[in-house]
């Protein structure tokens, strides 16, 4: 089984210094995946290259940078330092973003999303393979009128999508290596996500995409207690249209439904239910729910089955 975790940068206080221990500290449970969201704070991919560098045996991924705010010159300029710095183990996830950050912090109108999400990837498919671009649509023109290219940023840095809805999947499947279904359950994947993207990625003649699940979980000694603050933490998704049909697609009413919060067993069943339903790859995020001690353990579980 291929699993990883999320290090959580995003709702702590973690220097710089100690989110490179906890990446040891997953190096040294078992885990060889580990990743990073993106909001206002770190720098997802800068994050990625220092502790890629501290931390050799690694594979950093970042989930993900949204595409409004943007432009694929730029983040094909960082993608491909960071591969060169890691050595191939660097995996860029790509997000449509939300109509709060993309209006409330950028001030750029949230339209015309899976359009922009199509060029953004045309666009930068062709930067990360071959370091140059021609090209010119609706949303964004990218050309390389100087030299784009970054020796040692091989092999091609994955483009992976938090996609879920059809157009999403649908673009997603033509130009990418792969989707971040997050929130997504079992049956949402197999019934919907993995059949639509699979077909698109077939349709356009490319290889089957990655599917790399993010479920929230972690392992625990007491659950009834935890379960209430992970359902309070999941809310937010509640509100976005997105979050809230996928939850449903699940056959659940709430986010913090998703949370898998037991015991090793519980995780582990949750993890092989994934990959029955087609997840090539399994995150798991949240971990540190329920302090230090409940995350080592739960990644210890998660190395095992890595």
């Known amino acids: 089984m291929t699993v990883g975790v999320i290090l959580n940068t995003t709702?702590?206080?973690l220097l710089i210094d100690d989110a490179v221990q906890?990446?040891?500290?997953?190096r040294a449970s078992g885990l060889t995946s580990l990743w990073f969201g993106q909001t206002l704070g770190y720098d997802a991919p800068t994050l990625a290259a220092v502790i890629g560098r501290a931390v050799p045996d690694l594979h950093l991924g970042t989930s993900a940078l949204p595409v409004f705010g943007r432009h694929p010159?730029?983040?094909a300029s960082q993608a491909r330092t960071v591969q060169a710095a890691l050595g191939g183990r660097y995996h860029l996830g790509l997000a449509l973003g939300t109509k709060l950050i993309s209006e409330g912090a950028f001030g750029i109108p949230f339209e015309r999303p899976v359009g922009r999400l199509r060029e953004f990837l045309?666009?930068?498919r062709q930067l990360v393979h071959t370091g140059e671009v021609d090209f010119e649509g609706e949303h964004l023109t990218a050309r390389t009128s100087?030299?784009?290219s970054v020796p040692g940023a091989e092999p091609p840095v994955p483009l992976l999508v938090a996609a879920m809805g059809p157009q999403a999947l649908r673009v997603s499947g033509r130009l990418a290596d792969g989707i971040l279904p997050y929130l997504a359950g079992p049956r949402a994947l197999e019934e919907h996500i993995v059949p639509e993207v699979?077909?698109?990625a077939a349709e356009a003649g490319r290889p089957t995409p990655r599917i790399v699940a993010f479920v929230p979980g972690v392992v625990t000694g007491d659950a009834d207690a935890l379960r209430p603050r992970l359902y309070e933490q999941l809310s937010f998704y509640a509100q976005i249209p997105s979050y809230a049909r996928v939850v449903e697609l699940s056959g659940h009413r709430h986010p913090g439904d998703l949370a898998v919060v037991g015991d090793e067993k519980?995780?582990?069943?949750?993890v092989r239910r994934y990959r029955d339903a087609g997840a090539t790859e399994v995150v798991v995020s949240g971990t540190e729910a329920d302090g230090a001690d409940a995350r080592v353990r739960t990644w210890e579980v998660l190395g095992e089955l890595a």
């Not at 906890?22 to 997953?26: E, G, S």
């Not at 519980?266 to 949750?270: G, I, M």
């Open 11 to 13: 709702s702590t206080d």
């Open 22 to 26: 906890q990446a040891r500290q997953a």
């Open 73 to 75: 010159l730029l983040v």
């Open 122 to 124: 045309t666009a930068l």
């Open 146 to 148: 100087l030299p784009a």
């Open 198 to 200: 699979t077909r698109a």
């Open 266 to 270: 519980t995780l582990t069943d949750a």
